[in-house]
């Protein structure tokens, strides 16, 4: 089956760790995103990737770093630098960036920092 | 900033009765409009779209409304049921040039049985 996914599904990391994130897709999707959810607000978008080997910082990057090495994957790196990083994650894929095309999502990671 | 704007935060609506969720925008440049149905722990997923071409949209027992001139649009739900029950987001997009998403804070439907 085609789709998104994301692991672990929960996360936990003490001050002071970086952690990264997984998020994997097999839709053949050109562009992957990084959201961030907390409770009582949207997503907020932290990185978006359109190809291979590029990606550009969203609303909220500081603190955060990716990587697209390869179409298919997409991870996402904590690190100590972010202030506030308990929350969810959520990665997602549309078929090209720039688009009108529908995002997917994955279902999600949830980061708490000890 | 926030460029789309959901309201209501909560909702409740009996079973079999319609429920209206509601969306404002401040981005005239937005074009396209999305609606995601969210579920606790688990990722949004894709319920109904509209162009901004477009005043309205069906599919099945969802239908999408928009008033660009209010810069409002409505998701209709009806007959509404429990499994309905999840935070519905309001996301909007520019095609040109657009790179991301801009969504809403959600609202919460609770579908009573």
């Known amino acids: 089956d085609g789709g998104i996914t994301q692991s672990p599904k929960y996360l936990f990391r003490k001050e002071g760790q970086n952690v990264t994130l997984s998020c994997e897709q097999n839709?053949?999707?050109?562009?992957m995103y990084w959201y961030r959810q907390d409770p009582g607000q949207g997503l907020r978008l932290i990185y978006y990737?359109?190809?291979?080997?590029?990606?550009q910082k969203g609303d909220i990057a500081e603190g955060y770093s990716v990587s697209r090495e390869k179409k298919e994957s997409f991870p996402l790196t904590v690190t100590s630098a972010q202030k506030n990083p308990t929350a969810f994650y959520l990665c997602a894929s549309s078929a090209r960036q720039g688009t009108t095309d529908t995002q997917y999502f994955g279902p999600g990671t949830r980061l708490t920092v000890l | 900033d926030q460029q789309v704007k959901q309201n209501s935060p909560s909702l409740s609506v009996q079973e079999g009765r319609i429920s209206i969720l509601n969306c404002d925008y401040t981005?005239?440049?937005?074009?396209?409009f999305l609606w995601y149905k969210k579920y606790p722990a688990e990722g949004p997923t894709f319920l109904i779209s509209i162009s901004s071409i477009k005043d309205k949209n069906e599919d099945g027992r969802f239908t999408v409304f928009l008033n660009k001139s209010a810069k409002h649009l409505s998701l209709h739900i009806v007959p509404s049921q429990p499994g309905d029950s999840a935070v519905y987001f309001c996301a909007a997009i520019m095609a040109a040039g657009a790179n991301n998403l801009f969504f809403g804070t959600g609202t919460r439907l609770t579908v009573i049985p």
């Open positions: 839709l053949n999707h050109d562009a």
């Open positions: 990737s359109q190809i291979v080997n590029d990606f």
């Open positions: 981005n005239s440049m937005f074009d396209y």
